[in-house]
């Protein structure tokens, strides 16, 4: 026996160093499940062959039997592993999926359920491979009894006394690329009017309108979305079905910090600051140029950390208006404002209006920016998230005016 050479997350067993692809023929196949298909290269294949091979050798008292060899039936997988372990027999076969989104896991997992499970002999156990699963993926699989495997390594694989878990690994860099493309400036759009009003069906047409984005761009991350199931596909268009997964992935990836933050002090404070900030929100502007952000914005919505500073979000012009009417001085030490100067309209699109008098950041973009402001910030964005936001989302509190609101009311009258 040697030491194995593959990182594990919770255990030190030793491999056996047996190479399970020197023998394997290796084949391109496009396989189909109804309308699931399975199309996987030569070198995905060998890829995993070797993950699954090297993940079976840690189990204590295997035996390897035969490997790779063709299934009695035509139903796409793409290998065979039979073994023993202290000589009970086992018969392990995987499916290489081209992704691993929950959509298209659960389309295969049900079609599976119809077609190969019935068919597989006794302790026969289907592990499903991709580049890359979520955790949520994987617990959906495991729910079902099957077994996962990704291309960064990670892998569950529970049949019968047989338990191997590695997790951790970070999804393939190109796989990342993928997963935060829908979180960039344009694309990001979709997500804040879906967000701002979860109650409604969105068609591709409205969706267009209030946000300025192309047909081509919004059909792609309503695809992702409907992939991920964070929305859900219904006569009228696509509404919000998952918002906390959804969030959760795009405070992840999230990439408002790389706006210019300008620290600034004034000699105003209590009542006398308040009422200057509000003269500049109730300007002609209607929240285009200045918008109470972060900290400052929650204690519109849920309070929940008392910060000396006020923090805003402005345009370029924005900046001269709340710089001139707030006295500002540059303080590098000791800032008591804080203003992030944002070139992209996004942060203003999705904007609110708690109060007569006041405009702030929607409580989704709020929700971003205290995730991303350290320890005290993310407690203050987990209160905010379960007191205002998914509350508003359920309908259980008042959704905040919003010009997008008035916006698609528009649109729906005209149609």
């Not at 495991?142 to 338990?163: K, P, Q, V, W």
């Not at 690329?177 to 009017?193: D, G």
């Not at 000396?308 to 030490?333: K, M, N």
């Amino acid at each position: 026996m040697v030491a194995s050479n593959f990182a594990f997350a919770h255990d030190q067993w030793l491999l056996s160093g047996r190479d399970f692809t020197q023998s394997a023929i290796f084949i391109e196949r496009v396989k189909t499940l109804d309308s699931v298909k399975l199309v996987y290269s030569i070198v995905q294949r060998q890829e995993a062959h070797r993950l699954l091979g090297a993940a079976l050798e840690r189990i204590p008292g295997f035996k390897p039997c035969r490997t790779d060899r063709a299934l009695p039936s035509d139903l796409g997988a793409a290998g065979w592993f039979e073994f023993t372990v202290d000589n009970l027999p086992y018969d392990f076969q995987y499916l290489i999926l081209p992704d691993g989104y929950p959509r298209r896991v659960q389309a295969l997992i049900q079609q599976l359920k119809n077609s190969l499970r019935s068919r597989q002999v006794q302790r026969s156990y289907t592990v499903l491979v991709a580049p890359w699963f979520s955790p949520d993926t994987v617990s959906v699989c495991a729910d079902a009894g099957y077994g996962t495997l990704d291309f960064s390594g990670n892998y569950r694989l529970h049949c019968g006394s047989i338990f191997l878990e590695r997790i951790g690994a970070p999804p393939p860099r190109a796989e990342q690329r993928h997963a935060a493309s829908i979180f960039a400036a344009k694309s990001s759009r979709v997500l804040r009017a879906v967000l701002a009003v979860p109650e409604h069906a969105w068609k591709v047409t409205e969706l267009m309108a209030v946000t300025g984005v192309s047909a081509g761009l919004v059909s792609r991350v309503r695809r992702q979305l409907l992939e991920q199931q964070w929305v859900e596909e219904l006569p009228g268009g696509v509404r919000l079905l998952a918002p906390e997964p959804l969030l959760a992935a795009w405070a992840q990836h999230w990439q408002g910090g790389k706006d210019e933050v300008w620290r600034g002090y004034t000699l105003l404070h209590g009542k006398a600051l308040k009422a200057r900030i509000l003269k500049v929100m109730q300007r002609e502007s209607h929240g285009q140029d200045v918008l109470a952000s972060g900290a400052s914005a929650a204690q519109w919505m849920a309070p929940f950390i008392r910060d000396h500073r006020e923090h805003f979000c402005v345009t370029p012009r924005g900046f001269d208006l709340l710089r001139q009417e707030l006295e500002l001085e540059s303080e590098a030490a000791g800032a008591n404002v804080l203003l992030r100067i944002v070139e992209e309209p996004d942060v203003f699109l999705d904007r609110v209006q708690p109060s007569a008098s006041s405009w702030t950041t929607s409580p989704t973009q709020t929700y971003l920016e205290l995730m991303n402001d350290g320890e005290r910030g993310a407690e203050a964005a987990d209160h905010l998230l379960e007191r205002y936001l998914l509350p508003v989302i359920r309908g259980e509190v008042p959704a905040p005016s919003s010009p997008l609101r008035e916006q698609l009311k528009s649109l729906k009258g005209s149609s």
